[in-house]
């Protein structure tokens, strides 16, 4: 019996958890369940922690943790940070960025707010509808007199147009930097990402392929911009009681850095999770209607962080309604990054008609819709959830139906 019946005379009710059955998971599944590396080295590290009584400002863990990842990323300096937000705001500052940025609108907001945090206008370029990252095409649009430098974001682990975006840095005489929040374990050309433009910025917050809690690091072969950061990330402290710049605490504690550790011992394991998913994922989807999976680049390295997936109009069900399905069985797809930063505060009240210049962007945060993955989810999650997707398709109407029914609700 369900709390709102279908009415009399309507489209035969699909088992779905919408139409009152039970659903298909009696716990929630979420995008962005952290990946735990090994428990035992994590907690172990921490009994070391606890016993030196050294619990930050650069203890052995953040020291060697930034050792790992410039090894693994083939780049000279790595400065842990706090938060890869924060990080941002050093790098962005570092290099005297000022007037206009030009980023994505098709990114989480702190891409943008690291910008405007320091006064330097963020200015919204459309994307690539293939890769949703920056489409050069549209950032050459965007440069004006107060343009100093391009933010580009390798979205869902996928390299920007970095040789074609570095070519009209170089050409215009822009700085060029990077979000490299979600690109961590990925590469293009064959190099690690870490190593393109002038620096590029990581995060590891909880919900990232490789985590430590919160977290971040900016990567550059520039050793003097690495000084820098340094010296800002560190309150301007250059030895005891010297302090020879202006800084902030932007620093990383050692039990954040034991758990980057821990997990980068693991990291072959979550990709190689991680691609199982996205494999089974991709059998699974393939042939319904209207849902499209994003690609990799099979011949680069990719962390499969991101089970990126379009719901088009041929899915007779748009991509919002297809979330209220998969939310009433207890999976918590998201819509990253709806509405779009140009649509958010402060943003929107300054640029109202940003997204007329952004055609792919509005229509790119229309239909993506992300699936849970990472380690806390099994193949047999994923069938499971391809048959709520498939069932809801094949009753679209009657799943529409049932939507407006719940939603006229009083
Ligand atoms: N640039 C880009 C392109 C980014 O995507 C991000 C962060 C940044 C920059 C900034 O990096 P940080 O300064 O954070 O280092 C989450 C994360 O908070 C955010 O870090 C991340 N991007 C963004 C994509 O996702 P929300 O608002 O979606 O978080 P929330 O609380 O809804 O959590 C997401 C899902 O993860 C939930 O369904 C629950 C699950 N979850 C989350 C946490 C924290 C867990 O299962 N366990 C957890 O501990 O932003």
Same mark, same amino acid.
């Not at 279908?6 to 952290?34: I, M, N, W, Y």
């Not at 293939?130 to 869902?156: F, N, Y």
């Not at 990383?252 to 997990?263: F, H, I, K, P, R």
């Given at each position: ?30 995008? +962005? $369940? #952290?990946?735990?590396? %090994? &428990?035992?080295?994590?907690? !172990? ?13 650069r ?23 706090c ?73 869902? +682990? $996928? #390299?920007?147009?970095? %040789? &074609?975006?570095?070519?009209? !840095? ?45 977290g ?19 309150f ?47 059998h699974?989807?393939?042939?319904? &209607? ?7 680049d ?39 990054f ?48 391809g ?24």
């Amino acid at each position: 019996m369900t709390d709102n019946p279908q009415p009399r005379g309507e489209l035969a009710a699909p088992k779905l958890a919408l139409f009152g059955a039970l659903p298909a998971f009696s716990d929630t599944l979420h995008v +962005g $369940r #952290p990946n735990i590396g %090994d &428990r035992e080295r994590f907690l !172990a590290r921490v009994n070391d922690i606890l016993d030196r009584r050294w619990l930050t400002n650069r203890g052995n863990y953040v020291i060697e943790l930034e050792r790992r990842i410039a090894e693994i990323t083939g780049v000279r300096n790595c400065v842990l940070v706090c938060n890869a937000t924060v990080g941002l705001e050093l790098l962005i500052r570092a290099l005297s960025l000022r007037g206009e940025v030009i980023v994505p609108a098709f990114t989480f907001v702190a891409t943008a707010h690291a910008l405007q945090w320091q006064e330097i206008t963020p200015v919204f370029a459309d994307i690539d509808p293939d890769t949703h990252c920056l489409d050069p095409a549209s950032v050459e649009r965007m440069i004006t007199a107060k343009t100093t430098g391009i933010l580009g974001v390798h979205l869902w +682990g $996928r #390299p920007c147009a970095i %040789d &074609r975006l570095t070519g009209i !840095a170089a050409s215009k005489n822009l700085e060029l930097i990077f979000d490299a929040a979600h690109a961590f374990g990925c590469s293009h050309a064959g190099r690690m990402i870490g190593a393109f433009g002038r620096a590029e910025v990581f995060s590891f917050h909880a919900t990232k392929f490789i985590n430590t809690f919160e977290g971040g690091a900016i990567v550059t072969n520039d050793d003097a911009l690495a000084e820098k950061l340094r010296l800002m990330q560190n309150f301007g402290f250059s030895g005891y009681d010297n302090v020879i710049y202006l800084g902030t605490n932007g620093k990383m504690s050692e039990v954040c850095a034991a758990m980057g550790l821990s997990n980068i011992d693991g990291m072959d394991e979550i990709v190689a999770r991680n691609r199982g998913n996205y494999q089974s994922y991709q059998h699974r989807l393939a042939g319904l &209607r209207g849902i499209t999976m994003l690609k990799h680049d099979d011949t680069e390295r990719c962390n499969f962080q991101y089970v990126v997936v379009e719901v088009g109009d041929e899915a007779g069900l748009t991509r919002d309604e297809l979330i209220e399905v998969l939310h009433a069985e207890n999976i918590i797809a998201r819509r990253y990054f709806f509405p779009g930063v140009h649509r958010m505060e402060p943003y929107r009240s300054r640029f109202p008609d940003a997204g007329r210049l952004l055609p792919v962007t509005e229509r790119i945060c229309r239909l993506v819709l992300l699936l849970p993955t990472g380690n806390a989810v099994c193949n047999d999650d994923i069938l499971r959830i391809g048959d709520v997707i498939e069932t809801a398709l094949s009753h679209a109407p009657a799943v529409r139906q049932r939507i407006r029914h719940l939603n006229d609700k009083p």
